[in-house]
């Protein structure tokens, strides 16, 4: 839906992220260009409102001489794609992260997502670039052009799929307006998974000890419950 380019502001020489609307023609197509700038400036409202230590923050927001909207964004040159290495081939294997690394990674990201939460936003694209790494090694959660208020409903033709694929919880996959905060760990979930073994939980068994034997019975519950198909039993 938008370009993302680093960018230096004027006068402070600030570098910054600076995301600009240029949906592709099949988007277009699909939704319609007012409904894709409705998105858009949802997602900078969204993130705005919103203030914890493990979000991005917006900066500034204007709309270009053809009338399509940007904003500015904290920058930072790393994130969890890159750290281990996720390629767009996603099946392909990744590189593995300590335990010690991952549980300190996980208890960030599900503080701010806490925070979305008690606010009443899903984020819905939950996956390793979507996660920045900052300069003092804590992270921040961006891209939240998916993400939707609680109670809100999708627009949009029904065979629509919003999310990614391998990261998207099957009742998110199978109907975007089904996905709650539920979704969000199922997410999570699948990001932990992979950032331990290097794959994606369907690629084996869910049971992280077949994977690894650093792993005992303990990870294996953690996952069998929050990779659970069925919302209500995560």
């Not at 938008?2 to 099949?26: D, N, Q, S, W």
């Amino acid at each position: 839906m938008g370009a993302v380019y680093r960018a230096l502001m004027p006068v402070t020489g600030k570098i910054v992220a600076l995301k600009h609307l240029a949906p592709f023609e099949t988007l277009v197509d699909v939704l319609g260009m007012e409904q894709i700038k409705a998105i858009f400036v949802a997602e900078a409202i969204t993130m705005s409102k919103l203030r914890h230590p493990n979000k991005a923050d917006i900066w500034d927001f204007d709309y270009d001489g053809a009338g399509n909207p940007f904003f500015t964004m904290e920058y930072y040159c790393n994130n969890l794609g890159n750290m281990i290495g996720e390629h767009y081939q996603v099946e392909k294997i990744s590189r593995i992260i300590a335990p010690e690394k991952v549980l300190d990674y996980g208890s960030q990201i599900l503080e701010g997502l806490s925070c979305m939460h008690h606010a009443g936003i899903i984020h819905r694209d939950i996956k390793p670039y979507n996660i920045m790494i900052t300069d003092n090694d804590s992270v921040k959660i961006c891209d939240f052009g998916m993400s939707k208020q609680r109670g809100e409903k999708f627009i949009g033709p029904d065979n629509l799929k919003v999310g990614s694929p391998y990261y998207t919880a099957p009742e998110q996959n199978k109907n975007p307006d089904d996905a709650d905060e539920r979704s969000d760990l199922f997410s999570i979930a699948v990001l932990l998974y992979r950032m331990l073994t290097g794959e994606l939980p369907g690629m084996k068994s869910f049971l992280l000890s077949k994977v690894n034997p650093l792993y005992d019975s303990v990870w294996d519950t953690f996952f069998e419950k929050a990779l659970n198909w069925q919302p209500e039993q995560r």
